[in-house]
């Protein structure tokens, strides 16, 4: 109930493309759904962040679609640049609680 | 700021002997979180602090680990006796739910990391 599962581990995108990676989760209490990048040698960051009221949040490229039936989310990179080149997580935690669980995060690469 | 700072960057010690990670969260954040990550179970969270008092410890993975938070700007996470499956990278994070924040839109500030490596 406290995991969220993570998909793909690795991705290799080309410039250009879009980049997709897919969380679920089981605990309907989990109310907040961040998603965090990370480059090698230093910790995450956070990158995007969406609530369940609402289905899509965007931000620049990044793009965050929810889907509460489901209970599934994903992440969405559009023109998606070496620059991106990274580890994503997603995590989710409760209102009331203050601690995030990730995902097991995905090795992105985007080739030139 | 200078963000959350944790020393040392690299530590490697024998088995057996103590090791003692060192964070200073960002000033005025009041949660602080210790987080172990390794390639096989990714980012794991260790044991967390509101306030200066742990809150839920349920993943210190046994009596070797203890972490403490004696003031607001100071945690440290102790193995004593270390072993080789400690080997991994520890992360200290720091957070606040302020009222400017909301009451769920808050982000976790992570350090650099403690790369440990037990021989």
């Known amino acids: 109930q406290q995991q969220v599962k993570q998909s793909p581990q690795s991705l290799i995108v080309q410039k250009g493309g879009i980049s997709i990676i897919n969380c679920a989760y089981e605990?309907?209490?989990?109310?907040?759904f961040p998603w965090y990048q990370q480059f090698p040698g230093k910790g995450p960051a956070l990158l995007i962040a969406?609530?369940?009221?609402?289905s899509e949040k965007k931000e620049g490229r990044f793009t965050i679609s929810f889907n509460k039936s489901a209970k599934q989310f994903s992440l969405h990179i559009m023109d998606s640049q070496p620059g991106d080149s990274a580890t994503y997580f997603c995590?989710?935690?409760?209102?009331?609680?203050?601690?995030?669980?990730f995902g097991t995060g995905t090795r992105l690469q985007v080739f030139p | 700021d200078a963000g959350v700072i944790q020393s040392p960057r690299h530590e490697v010690t024998e088995m057996g002997q103590e090791v003692t990670l060192r964070c200073k969260p960002i000033?005025?954040?009041?949660?602080l979180f210790w987080y172990r990550q390794t390639m096989m179970r990714g980012l794991e969270l260790l044991i967390y602090?509101?306030?200066?008092?742990?809150?839920?410890d349920s993943g210190m993975p046994e009596d070797r680990f203890s972490a403490k938070m004696p003031n607001a700007s100071f945690s440290t996470l102790k193995i004593q006796p270390s072993e080789p499956r400690d080997s991994a990278v520890y992360f200290c994070?720091?957070?606040?739910?302020?009222?400017?924040?909301?009451?769920?839109?808050?982000?976790?500030?992570f350090g650099s990391g403690t790369r440990l490596t037990v021989v």
């Open positions: 994070a720091s957070t606040t739910r302020g009222v400017r924040q909301g009451a769920w839109s808050y982000g976790y500030t």
């Open positions: 969406i609530r369940p009221d609402v």
């Open positions: 602090f509101n306030n200066n008092v742990p809150i839920d």
């Open positions: 605990n309907t209490a989990f109310d907040y």
């Open positions: 995590a989710a935690s409760r209102r009331n609680t203050d601690k995030l669980i």
């Open positions: 000033s005025g954040h009041d949660y």
